[in-house]
């Protein structure tokens, strides 16, 4: 069975029609934190559940009630989400975790180490600097993993 998930970070508030369409058709959301506000999570639950995690621009009740971090598992995969990398309170290769998502930085990239995936979908946010608008999928097949950032043209 194939799992197609969005992955998603670093929307400040900001959600674009862009990043909806991107997010179409898929069956989980992963949002990475600095959400901005809680209507951007109640916009993405309209397309598909949403795990999600606090950034460090997330505050008040609404971002009190998200975790720091997650861990989910999809088909053979488990999977680890935080918005700051450096802040990985894990071994993700002693804990069995095969991807690891982040968002904080902006920049996107797909990096493999140890056979440990990190994602980090970039911004769907306001643009920073010049860096683009991203968003990122993640295909699941079996215990096989595809990653692809997407770039949005906003």
């Not at 909806?20 to 598909?48: F, M, S, T, W, Y």
């Not at 990398?85 to 998502?101: C, S, T």
């Amino acid at each position: 069975m194939s799992h197609r998930l969005a992955i998603i970070s670093d929307t400040h508030g900001l959600l674009r029609p862009e990043v909806l369409a991107a997010l179409q058709g898929c069956e989980r959301i992963i949002h990475a934190g600095d959400v901005g506000k809680p209507e951007v999570l109640q916009r993405l639950n309209e397309l598909a559940p949403v795990t999600a995690v606090r950034g460090n621009n997330d505050k008040g009740a609404w971002a009190e009630e998200l975790p720091v971090s997650a861990s989910i598992t999809v088909g053979q995969v488990a999977i680890y989400l935080i918005h700051d990398l450096v802040e990985l309170p894990i071994d993700p290769v002693v804990a069995g975790i095969r991807v690891v998502i982040s968002g904080h930085s902006h920049k996107p990239s797909i990096q493999e180490r140890n056979n440990v995936l990190y994602l980090n979908p970039g911004s769907a946010g306001s643009r920073r600097f010049k860096l683009p608008v991203t968003v990122a999928e993640l295909l699941i097949e079996n215990a096989a993993i595809k990653a692809r950032i997407i770039e949005l043209d906003v």
